[in-house]
């Protein structure tokens, strides 16, 4: 396909462009990607990636708010009077195919040859993270340095397990022709493994059972169910998670510099596996930090995940 750039800004001089490229697969297969660019032209690059539910709108803009606004955007960490932000959204077989992380690298380079980008940095968290490791093999020459928080270089066995139980819930509700009843209690699922159990018990546990909402903590993952109906396909999803489950990247081929982050609650990435990868990443450092939130302290930790992006952009 041919490669398009439209301009979203009103200003005399545009500096956010919805991108789309087309890339080869894997499989052979030609598909197309679609993404966004932010920040002055001659700016640092930073590619920014997030969870399986993250898309092209990092930052705010145009009363569309962003998956990572506390991070990204005028003033914030990742500042874009300073920097240009390079996002994807996420490509996925509509009938449920699943991507390889390898295929996610790809199309952010073709959205990178797009913009007139050939050096960047990356930053990935969660699924964003595996796919930040698969460009750092991917693309060596390309990549100056990468940031993998809550990610590694292949999934854990339990979370394959989890991913499972989620993938064949959604598939039997496919089969019974409510899909989206399907993809509402995988998420609800999911929620429990992102999420600690110390938060949930402070959240819903009430000591006095006769006045307390029992259903406090089934109410909560309703909504959370419901909300991601409304932004997820059940064939995106089933393709996604897939993509977690087959992902493997050799690390110690990475040339780059790579800054791990783990979290010492993250049950769905456990540090010992994140610990294993930096080890055998060539030129790598670790952070650890502890999370309330678990996994999504990325999205929660708002000034711990300040103080690492500041540190690895400066260096």
Not at 41 to 52: E, K, N, S
Not at 202 to 219: L, Q, Y
Request: glycine content about 8%; aromatic content about 8%.
């Amino acid at each position: 396909m041919t490669a398009t750039a439209t301009c979203l800004d009103d200003a005399e001089f545009c500096d956010c462009f919805d991108l789309e490229a087309g890339f080869i697969a894997d499989n052979g297969e030609e598909m197309c990607a679609g993404g966004r660019i932010t920040g002055l032209a001659d700016a640092p690059v930073y590619v920014v990636l997030g969870g399986i539910s993250a898309n092209r709108a990092v930052a705010d803009f145009a009363g569309e708010p962003g998956w990572w606004a506390c991070q990204v955007g005028e003033g914030a960490s990742l500042d874009t009077n300073k920097v240009r932000i390079l996002s994807l959204d996420f490509v996925a077989d509509s009938a449920g195919a699943a991507p390889s992380t390898n295929d996610q690298a790809r199309a952010i380079l073709a959205l990178a040859d797009n913009a007139g980008v050939n050096r960047f940095s990356v930053i990935g968290s969660s699924y964003g993270g595996m796919v930040a490791l698969a460009l750092a093999a991917e693309a060596p020459e390309r990549v100056e340095k990468t940031l993998v928080i809550s990610a590694a270089d292949r999934p854990s066995a339990m979370a394959q397990a989890w991913r499972s139980i989620q993938r064949e819930t959604v598939k039997l509700a496919l089969e019974s022709g409510d899909g989206a009843r399907g993809l509402d209690l995988a998420r609800r699922l999911a929620m429990t493994t992102y999420r600690t159990t110390q938060e949930f018990e402070d959240r819903f546990f009430d000591p006095s059972p006769d006045c307390r909402d029992a259903d406090g903590v089934s109410s909560y993952l309703c909504a959370r169910g419901k909300a991601f109906t409304r932004t997820m396909t059940p064939e995106r999803f089933l393709a996604l998670s897939a993509s977690m489950d087959a992902h493997c990247v050799d690390v110690s081929q990475i040339k780059s510099p790579v800054t791990y982050v783990a979290v010492e609650e993250d049950v769905l990435v456990p540090p010992s596996q994140i610990k294993n990868a930096a080890a055998r990443t060539p030129n790598a450092d670790l952070v650890e930090i502890s999370s309330y939130y678990g996994h999504d302290a990325f999205l929660k930790e708002e000034a711990q995940i300040r103080t690492i992006l500041a540190t690895f952009a400066g260096a």
